[in-house]
T-cell receptor, first 112, second 113 residues
Framework: DGGITQSPKYLFRKEGQNVTLSCEQN?????MYWYRQDPGQGLRLIYY???????QKGDIAEGYSVSREKKESFPLTVTSAQKNPTAFYLC???????????FGAGSRLTVL | AQSVTQPDIHITVSEGASLELRCNYS??????LFWYVQSPGQGLQLLLK??????LVQGIKGFEAEFKRSQSSFNLRKPSVHWSDAAEYFC???????????FGRGTSLIVHP
C-alpha cells in the first residue's frame, strides 16, 4: 500500500546534538512538507519542497535543515541551534498543486 | 494571510450524543476547507473537504460539515458520537493561490460512556 513512512517513531537526543528524521513516500507525490506539533498549538510548517532539489522555509525554519535529493525522500535535521526541539514531527505530501495532505505517523523527539 | 480559529480546546460529549466542532477562518477569496482527525501518537487523516459546490459535505465515519460563507465558518458535525471518535480534530484552510494549508490549534474530543 502507498503511504508515508517516518522513522524513528521515538528519538531521544542530548542537548547539543544534531538529529535527522527520515520521511519516505511511495505515493509518487511531488510536494512534501514537515510540520511541528506542540500541545495546544496545532501544526506549524517548518519546511516544504515542491520539486526535487528545491525547498522553501515555512513559518518556523530556524534551527532546522532539509534536503530533497530524491522525489521519495525529504529528511529533516534538527540542529543544535533549535532551542526547544522536543516535539512531535509530522511529514506530509501532496501531488503537485494538490490541497489534500497525506500524513506519516510522526516522530516524537525528546531532548534530554 | 489566511488564519483558522478553533475556539474550543476541549469538547466533552456522552456517547450517542450529537457533536458540533466549530471552525472559523479568515481569508478573502473562496477558501479550500478541510477537517482532519488525529488519534493519539498518530498522523492526521482527512475526514472531509470543501472546494466548491454544495455547501454541506459528507465525510468518512459519519461526519459532515457545512460551509457558511456569511459566517466564515466550516463547522463539523456528527449526529451520534461513538467512543472511537475520541481524538484531536483539526480544521485547515488553503486557497488555489497558496495551496499550503494553515491549521487551527485543534479541538480535543472526549467521549464519556
Amino acid at each position: 500500500d502507498g503511504g508515508i513512512t517516518q522513522s524513528p517513531k521515538y528519538l531521544f537526543r542530548k542537548e547539543g546534538q544534531n538529529v535527522t528524521l527520515s520521511c519516505e513516500q511511495n505515493l509518487n507525490h511531488d510536494a512534501m512538507y514537515w510540520y511541528r506539533q506542540d500541545p495546544g498549538q496545532g501544526l506549524r510548517l517548518i519546511y516544504y519542497s515542491q520539486i526535487v532539489n528545491d525547498f522553501q522555509k515555512g513559518d518556523i525554519a530556524e534551527g532546522y535543515s532539509v534536503s530533497r535529493e530524491k522525489k521519495e525522500s525529504f529528511p529533516l535535521t534538527v540542529t543544535s541551534a533549535q532551542k526547544n526541539p522536543t516535539a512531535f514531527y509530522l511529514c506530509a505530501s501532496t501531488r503537485q498543486g494538490g490541497n489534500v495532505l497525506t500524513f506519516g505517523a510522526g516522530s516524537r523527539l525528546t531532548v534530554l | 494571510a489566511q488564519s483558522v480559529t478553533q475556539p474550543d480546546i476541549h469538547i466533552t460529549v456522552s456517547e450517542g450524543a450529537s457533536l458540533e466542532l466549530r471552525c472559523n477562518y479568515s481569508y478573502g477569496a473562496t477558501p479550500y476547507l478541510f477537517w482532519y482527525v488525529q488519534s493519539p501518537g498518530q498522523g492526521l487523516q482527512l475526514l472531509l473537504k470543501y472546494f466548491s459546490g454544495d455547501t454541506l459535505v459528507q465525510g468518512i465515519k459519519g461526519f459532515e460539515a457545512e460551509f457558511k460563507r456569511s459566517q466564515s465558518s466550516f463547522n463539523l458535525r456528527k449526529p451520534s458520537v461513538h467512543w472511537s471518535d475520541a481524538a484531536e480534530y483539526f480544521c485547515a484552510v488553503s486557497s488555489g493561490g497558496s495551496y499550503i494549508p494553515t491549521f487551527g490549534r485543534g479541538t480535543s474530543l472526549i467521549v464519556h460512556p
